[in-house]
């Protein structure tokens, strides 16, 4: 079982930055990849970035490529989402996601998941 909390979000100007954290329960956090996902109102969740469990390996959605990065401290069990240049349309709750599959963009893969945590960006 792992446990993920989600922290950082909060209210920035467009064209601002946010870092987003995620911390991970249990001793084995090496094990799992890693995905940062993302639900505006009255949208479907979607799919922003993963990391392998090693750190080695990102992928990006198109969206957010080259304004976003991620990475992880498996030291610290934690994975970050560092945004950058910020749009009004990122505008989301934003969850973070542990998989024992391997690193993907699809939902299903992903075993557990935080509660999320709300970024606002205003225009």
């Known amino acids: 079982q792992v446990q993920l909390v989600e922290s950082g979000g909060g209210l920035v100007q467009a064209g601002g930055s946010l870092r987003l954290s995620c911390a991970a329960s249990?001793?084995?956090?090496?094990?799992?990849?890693m995905g940062w996902f993302r639900q505006a109102p009255g949208k479907e969740r979607e799919f922003v970035s993963y990391?392998?469990?090693?750190?080695?390996?990102?992928h990006y959605a198109d969206s957010v490529k080259g304004r976003f990065t991620i990475s992880r401290d498996n030291a610290k069990n934690t994975v970050y989402l560092q945004m950058n240049s910020l749009k009004p349309e990122d505008t989301a709750v934003y969850y973070c996601?542990?998989?024992?599959?391997?690193?993907?963009?699809?939902?299903?893969?992903?075993?557990?998941w935080g509660q999320g945590t709300q970024v606002t960006v205003s225009s």
């Open positions: 990391i392998s469990g090693g750190g080695g390996f990102t």
């Open positions: 249990g001793r084995t956090f090496s094990s799992y990849a």
């Open positions: 996601a542990a998989s024992l599959r391997g690193a993907a963009d699809t939902i299903s893969w992903y075993n557990y």
